[in-house]
């Protein structure tokens, strides 16, 4: 494989390389049971302190939402267990958080039509029976995206097909909204209603016909002194292009911001305030991280799923995508904002990132699956700007499709890994469930 490392305008000019970690463990949780999944690396799975136990949850035959457990003290994972169905449809993924009174909650949004949530019937714990409700105020909901934050506050971001619900739309038409919940989970507000504005990021009629947003990964940021409580995210646009209005025809382009549980705001990199809404000025203006053309051999370039993160105490947001050529090799790729702007670092061929977490003051530590008809996770040090070098592999008995970190992991549970389900249709589930640790 081919990597590069890139200083950008003397940082880190002497930065000594972190040692290396462990190797990992890895333990089949549930063989043969995931189906294929669109899930971006959020909300796969928690650790429960208090409980001394690792929840996880994921997508089965006809993407059904399973959850399971793992007792740390008696070191056994739980059976499966269903909690709600998923519509025969793999965007319809199973996410969790865990409220601050200790239930359990599994978010699936029903594509393109409904948001709905399954809570725990006890806190701490996965048995018994799971209610499973509707949560009216994410009408339209599509790929949701919960974070809890410092305050016990839950925000769900979902995207909503406009066209379904106002024909005045084209399909292409695809923008990001949120509910909130400060009551655990029990009752929600949408943005909407919070702030006024219909969708909180809506590029609307671009010439270009990118009017669809794919949010590549959302990160919850605490309070530091560089910066205020923040959710950090990364995505990058979709539509029809140069052919009209078509859904998800062409990707293109990289975009971040940061918004404030606080104020419902949401800032660029450079801390300029955009309001409560993003429009297409402000994007282009603002929170362009790396512009990229239009391709036909392989026009969904930069990939469904990108990274975000910070470094240097939080001064320095970072971002990581994959861009596919037109010979179908996969290029990796990272931006860092530093100064005046963001400095661009091509990190090499053949890697395809699946999730990432801190490993230190200045690296993280990136997972990615090597191929996607091969087996097995490589493991790659980074230090954004700076370095981009190879750690460790870790074997596994399928290929992996999807990589989730658990929030606040203890070992042996740091990893969520679902095997690749042999076929598109999720009516067949023969992908293993994998942690790793």
């Not at 990108?306 to 320095?316: D, K």
């Amino acid at each position: 494989m081919r990597r590069r490392a890139v200083l950008g305008a003397g940082l880190l000019p002497f930065l000594p390389f972190p040692p290396k970690t462990g190797r990992l463990s890895l333990v089949t949780v549930a063989p043969a049971s995931a189906a294929r999944t669109d899930r971006r690396p959020v909300a796969g799975g928690v650790h429960d302190a208090r409980a001394g136990k690792t929840f996880i949850s994921w997508g089965g035959v006809q993407e059904d939402n399973y959850v399971q457990e793992y007792d740390h003290r008696l070191r056994t994972w739980s059976a499966p267990l269903r909690v709600a169905g998923g519509d025969n449809d793999s965007h319809n993924y199973p996410t969790m958080v865990q409220a601050d009174d200790g239930h359990l909650l599994v978010f699936r949004g029903l594509h393109n039509s409904e948001l709905w949530v399954a809570r725990s019937p006890s806190p701490h714990s996965i048995e018994g029976t799971w209610t499973d409700t509707v949560i009216p105020a994410g009408l339209g909901a599509t790929y949701p995206m919960p974070v809890k934050t410092s305050s016990g506050a839950i925000f769900v971001f979902i995207r909503e097909t406009a066209g379904d619900f106002d024909h005045n739309y084209p399909t292409d038409t695809r923008p990001m909204k949120y509910v909130r919940s400060v009551d655990n989970g029990l009752t929600w507000q949408s943005s909407a209603e919070l702030t006024g504005d219909r969708w909180c990021i809506a590029p609307l009629n671009r010439s270009d016909n990118m009017n669809e947003i794919y949010i590549g990964q959302l990160r919850h940021e605490p309070a530091t002194r560089a910066h205020p409580e923040r959710i950090a995210m990364v995505w990058t646009l979709a539509g029809g292009g140069p052919e009209g209005h078509l859904h998800d025809r062409y990707h293109r382009d990289l975009y971040y911001a940061a918004f404030s549980p606080a104020d419902l705001r949401f800032r660029s990199a450079a801390e300029h305030d955009l309001g409560t809404s993003i429009d297409d000025a402000d994007q282009e203006q603002h929170l362009k991280v790396a512009a990229t053309e239009l391709q036909t051999v392989n026009p969904r370039s930069p990939d469904y799923i990108s990274l975000v993160g910070s470094t240097l105490g939080g001064r320095a947001p970072f971002v990581l995508w994959m861009q596919i050529d037109e010979l179908g090799v996969v290029h990796g790729h990272s931006a860092v904002h530093v100064g005046a702007g963001w400095r661009h670092q091509e990190l090499g061929t053949g890697v395809r990132f699946r999730d990432m977490e801190p490993a230190g003051d200045l690296s993280w530590r990136v997972y990615v699956s090597p191929d996607p008809a091969a087996p097995g996770v490589d493991t790659y040090r980074l230090v954004p700007g700076f370095s981009f070098r190879r750690e460790s592999s870790l074997a596994t008995p399928q290929p992996v499709q999807r990589i989730d970190v658990i929030a606040g992991s203890r070992p042996p549970a740091r990893l969520l890994l679902t095997g690749n389900s042999s076929a598109r249709d999720v009516t067949i589930a023969d992908g293993d469930v994998y942690v790793a640790g």
